[in-house]
């Protein structure tokens, strides 16, 4: 089986930082896509970014010049860096993954269980 365990968030004050990761484990062949989406109450879960297996990296507007999306293939880990955080990036933050386990020859997305992030005085 496949499965993504996250870590690193947490309470944080406005302007803060903190950096989250996303180790997947099991058996698998490949990763092609990874990213971290965000839902926080009463909204839709959006995408925040997004990095393809060459390093190419895609944000949304809200967290250009703030956050940085990272990979460690050799891990197949993925990081965000998060910095100078506001009360709008508020939310659980969930990270996916396009993997191609071992025993086939298509890709399918999974989940991380998902970690509480808050930026609150």
């Known amino acids: 089986q496949v499965q993504l365990v996250e870590s690193g968030g947490g309470l944080v004050q406005p302007g803060g930082s903190l950096r989250l990761s996303c180790a997947a484990s099991?058996?698998?062949?490949?990763?092609?896509?990874m990213g971290w989406y965000r839902q926080a109450p009463g909204m839709e879960r959006e995408l925040v970014a997004a990095?393809?297996?060459?390093?190419?990296?895609h944000y949304v507007d809200s967290v250009k010049g703030r956050f940085t999306i990272s990979r460690d293939n050799a891990k197949n880990t993925v990081y965000l860096q998060m910095n100078n955080l506001k009360p709008e990036d508020t939310a659980v933050y969930y990270c996916?993954?396009?993997?191609?386990?071992?025993?086939?020859?298509?890709?399918?997305?999974?989940w991380g269980q998902g970690t509480q992030v808050t930026v609150s005085s």
């Open positions: 996916k993954a396009e993997v191609r386990p071992t025993s086939f020859f298509s890709f399918f997305d999974y």
């Open positions: 099991g058996s698998i062949f490949s990763i092609n896509l």
């Open positions: 990095i393809a297996s060459g390093g190419n990296t």
